[in-house]
């Protein structure tokens, strides 16, 4: 869980104070450290005392960090704050006890579960932006992937033309409005889209309907093709649930 969090190992030494996680000595001692690679040489083998997904330290009273890999003479942890960097070597490696390391997960699980739900206008999206505005594509079969960082939809609406729309009326309309419909009425809604009247050059805004299929998000009337629908929605917190593709750099 933790390479899915920024600062993780941060966290787990608030909260391992919070939940009065005592580390234990390890009695193995580390001699060195290369940042770029995260391997703490020792001067002991330590596998028999450090596991993969312990969190270990040179402190009682912390910070700690996680442990991605054990070898014979070495220990490989994922240091983004560079606490090991700035050590003197050499010092013996305390290590958080595997109950108290559970309990800390759970609590950081629990936590990210109950700040799912939570809507502030600063995570909502802004299909206005000019260099990147939230926006949905549509493909032929009226369907556009849902967003990855989305927590909950608020509104989406079409202000671009559809499909077949001529040139001298891409500025008349219609606007569209698209309303969130339960999924037996979504597919419902789906197999009549084909006699729906598709108006076009009409200046008003017209009521649709969308709801998810799979990981798509289907619109109807299908708006053809191409055709980009503004996004409205409220987004996840990026530094609790965005993967990054370096175990050693969470920034």
């Known amino acids: ?77 994922n240091d983004p704050d560079e606490i090991w960097t700035n050590t003197t070597y050499p010092v013996t490696i305390q290590k958080l006890p595997t109950p108290s390391a559970v309990e800390i997960m759970g609590c950081i699980q629990f936590a990210e ?12 999206s802004d299909p206005y932006d000019p260099a990147n505005p939230s926006i949905l594509t549509v493909n032929s079969q009226g369907l556009a992937p849902i967003p990855a960082d989305m927590n909950k939809p608020i509104l989406f609406f079409q202000e671009t033309p559809g ?39 009409v200046p008003r805004v017209i009521r649709a309907s969308f709801s998810e299929v799979g990981k798509n998000y289907v619109f109807t009337p299908n708006p053809g093709e191409g055709t980009e629908i503004k996004a409205y929605y409220y987004k996840t917190f990026p530094f609790l649930f965005s993967p990054t593709g370096d175990a050693l750099d969470l920034s």
């Open 1 to 77: 869980m933790s390479l899915f969090i920024q600062s993780a190992n941060s966290l787990v030494s608030q909260i391992s104070q919070w939940v009065g996680a005592i580390p234990v000595s390890s009695g193995v001692s580390a001699s060195a450290y290369s940042p770029s690679t995260g391997v703490i040489t020792c001067a002991t083998n330590p596998t028999s005392v450090v596991s993969v997904g312990d969190f270990v330290g040179f402190s009682v009273n912390g910070p700690f960090t996680i442990v991605q890999e054990v070898a014979s003479g070495s220990i490989t942890v």
């Open 113 to 124: 579960l109950k700040m799912r739900t939570i809507e502030l206008p600063a995570l909502r």
């Open 163 to 201: 499909a077949g729309t001529p040139e001298s009326s891409v500025g008349l309309g219609p606007w569209i409005m698209y309303d969130r419909v339960g999924d037996r009425e979504i597919i419902r809604r789906r197999m009549i889209d084909q006699l729906y009247v598709r108006p076009f050059g």
